[in-house]
C-alpha cells in the first residue's frame, strides 16, 4: 500500500516536471536592418525594416518601419495581429552573456585552465 502511494507521488512529480513550460528570456532590443513582418487585422502581411517600436509600460503600442520598397508607415498595437522580428546582434550577445554567467554562478565561480570544476580536485 505504501509502496503503491509512493509511486503514485513519484509518478505525479514527474508528469508535473515534464510538462513544466519554460519561458524564453524576453529580448529588448530588434534588429533594423534585418527584415521582420507583420500582419495586420486585415489580413495584409507587411515585410519591412524596423525604424522604432514604441512601449509603455513594458506592451508594444505601436510599430513604425519601411516597407521593402521603401515606403513608411506606422502601425497601432490594436491594428496588428501578428508581428515577427529579429533579435538584434546586441540583444543575443546579452543572452549568450547571461547564459554563460548562470553556469559559473551554478559552479560557484570555482574555474580552472577556463573550465568549472567542481571544487575536488585541485
Not at 45 to 54: A, Q, S, Y
Request: proline content about 3%.
Amino acid at each position: 500500500m505504501n509502496k503503491s502511494i509512493f509511486l503514485l507521488i513519484v509518478a505525479l512529480h514527474v508528469a508535473v516536471t515534464v510538462s513544466a513550460q519554460q519561458f524564453l528570456p524576453p529580448i529588448q532590443r530588434f534588429s533594423s536592418s534585418k527584415p521582420g513582418y507583420l500582419i495586420t487585422r486585415s489580413g495584409q502581411r507587411v515585410e519591412f525594416t524596423l525604424d522604432d517600436l514604441d512601449r509603455k509600460r513594458g506592451l508594444i503600442i505601436r510599430v513604425e518601419g519601411k516597407t521593402l520598397d521603401g515606403k513608411k508607415f506606422k502601425y497601432e498595437a490594436d491594428e496588428v495581429q501578428e508581428l515577427g522580428l529579429a533579435p538584434s546582434d546586441y540583444a543575443k550577445l546579452s543572452l549568450f552573456s547571461n547564459s554563460t554567467r548562470s553556469v559559473a554562478k551554478m559552479h560557484g565561480g570555482r574555474w580552472r585552465d577556463g573550465y568549472a570544476t567542481d571544487g575536488r580536485h585541485g
